[in-house]
């Protein structure tokens, strides 16, 4: 029961706080709204959990087996990363034809787990500290994806109607320039951090 509650905690507090999920989402919103934005939300809830069953299963055995790989995808999902803060960065500049006119679809949000570092490490954590031996992994893994996907869900909806109801208060073309500058550094931040580690 105690492991339950820890697994809980922990997807609760690695789902609700800033991550390039939530920050991408809640700029998302506020750049193209709620209803605009709900492919990249699904894509969010459900290619997280999708990553993990599936890295769960087999993909963390070829980044144990060949450490070189993991690295490879490190670099290319920080390189991707760089290029959506930079997106963010020129999105409100509408003549800009590099600017994204597009929130992510359902199938590059998805995509984006993959190459998303704070995925990886939430994934790989919970398989590593809360799986036990002697129980069918399958199972345990599957268990924790289906958490992910109850809690994570409400938790990212939060950071989708957030940048919504940021939307009135940023009418300002100034105001929307400093916020998607802010939410871009936010990014790349989050980025850096990774590589610190």
Do not use: D
Not at 10 to 36: A, E, W
Not at 122 to 141: C, H, L, R
Not at 174 to 181: G, R
């Amino acid at each position: 029961m105690e492991l339950l509650f820890a697994l809980f905690l922990f997807v609760f507090v690695s789902s609700i706080t800033p991550g390039p999920n939530n920050i991408m989402i809640m700029s998302s919103s506020l750049n193209f709204g709620v209803k605009k934005s709900l492919p990249h939300f699904l894509g969010i809830c459900i290619g997280f959990p999708t990553m993990v069953l599936l890295a769960g299963m087999g993909v963390g055995a070829l980044f144990i087996t060949f450490p070189l790989l993991q690295h490879g995808v490190k670099i290319i999902g920080a390189t991707y990363m760089l290029y959506l803060a930079w997106q963010i960065a020129i999105s409100h500049i509408k003549e800009n034809q590099y600017a994204r006119r597009q929130p992510l679809t359902f199938l590059q949000a998805c995509l984006f787990q993959w190459v998303n570092p704070k995925a990886w490490v939430m994934g790989m954590g919970a398989i590593a500290a809360y799986t036990v031996p002697g129980a069918t992994i399958f199972y345990q893994i599957l268990f924790i994806c289906l958490i992910f996907l109850i809690i994570g869900a409400p938790c990212i909806s939060v950071w989708l109607f957030f940048g919504a109801a940021l939307r009135p208060l940023l009418q300002n073309k100034e105001h929307k320039k400093y916020f998607n500058y802010t939410m871009s550094l936010l990014l790349v931040i989050s980025i850096a951090l990774v590589f610190i580690k």
